[in-house]
């Protein structure tokens, strides 16, 4: 039986995707009848690093934790061994060497689309606010969205950090540098604070929050109009039951064991050395999308999708608008 491990926050900021992510890895090892081991590493990045350590003494397959900050964690603790990690959970992740395998599109990915969908609606690109959290994961998203803009021949006329706490200062400043369209990539509670702060005060709003479900529960009816990115489209339907209110996270890590698998069924072993070389010839689609990765382990098939809030008659609901 094929023994796998994962570090997880399942207590913190993090536990409910957390959660999540055990759902999906729950699911992939009664699937493929592997015996699972998952540890709680909390908040701590640190301490997801020295218990997915701790994991591989005695696991075949390691998976990271969620999360883009723990992540990274991981790839450096890992950066001179030999094992495989597969990364359900960080989009924004820096290559130190290690063998790190990402099933997820990365984060400055995931406003690829965003130029071309606002052009179409009309909105001005030369009117655009790019507001990110001070973190790793923010930055990379607002670089990739400053970049999209720029592919198209414009420049954002801000881009700073917030918070939850200041989104209401950052806010302001957008309106007064005089954009009328505000791209929130921060954390869940930064930009929930930015779509309370800007409500009717812009034309256009885009946010990492609005991809998710959980937007709806935080803004009611505010959040129609507002643009997010997913991974997974929920109407792309997994080959394995992952229960009722399946999240992202948990189609994420069901996608990360699934691949994870069939490379080794393609290595013909669990040697790391082999895996490593069978998942960066590996070319195939799954119900998350397409994956393929480099010669680093970045993922370089998979792209999000953009779904924008509209009303329907049972209430808000997330509309297909794009693919970054």
Do not use: K
């Amino acid at each position: 039986m094929t023994t796998a491990g994962a570090a997880l926050p399942l207590t913190g900021r993090y536990a409910p995707m957390a959660a999540q992510s055990l759902r999906g890895l729950s699911a992939w090892a009664r699937h493929a009848g592997a015996a699972l081991t998952v540890e709680d590493c909390g908040e701590d990045p640190r301490d997801a690093a020295a218990a997915t350590l701790g994991l591989a003494e005695r696991c075949e397959l390691l998976f990271g934790p969620y999360g883009s900050g723990a992540t990274r964690a991981v790839a450096h603790a890992f950066a001179a061994r030999p094992e495989v990690i597969w990364n359900h959970g960080g989009a924004a992740v820096t290559r130190t060497g290690a063998r790190m395998v990402d099933i997820l599109a990365p984060a400055d990915a995931y406003w690829a689309g965003l130029p071309a969908l606002w052009a179409a609606d009309g909105v001005d690109l030369d009117r655009v606010a790019v507001l990110h959290a001070p973190t790793g994961f923010g930055t990379a998203v607002a670089g990739g969205a400053v970049a999209a803009l720029r592919r198209r021949g414009h420049a954002p006329r801000l881009v700073a950090a917030f918070t939850a706490a200041s989104a209401g200062v950052a806010s302001r400043a957008a309106l007064e540098a005089g954009a009328t369209a505000v791209v929130g990539c921060g954390r869940f509670e930064d930009d929930i604070a930015l779509v309370r702060a800007l409500a009717g005060r812009a034309d256009a709003l885009a946010c990492v929050a609005a991809g998710v479900e959980e937007a709806l529960a935080a803004l009611g009816p505010a959040v129609v109009g507002a643009v997010g990115p997913v991974q997974w489209s929920p109407h792309r339907v997994p080959p394995v039951d992952l229960g009722p209110a399946a999240g992202y996270p948990a189609a994420q890590a069901l996608a990360a064991g699934l691949i994870a698998q069939e490379a080794r069924s393609h290595a013909g072993s669990g040697d790391p050395d082999a895996v490593w070389a069978a998942v960066r010839r590996l070319r195939l689609s799954t119900f998350l999308g397409a994956f393929a990765i480099d010669g680093e382990g970045r993922q370089t098939a998979h792209r999000p999708e953009l779904v924008r809030w509209v009303d329907g008659p049972d209430g808000p609901w997330r509309a297909p608008a794009g693919r970054g």
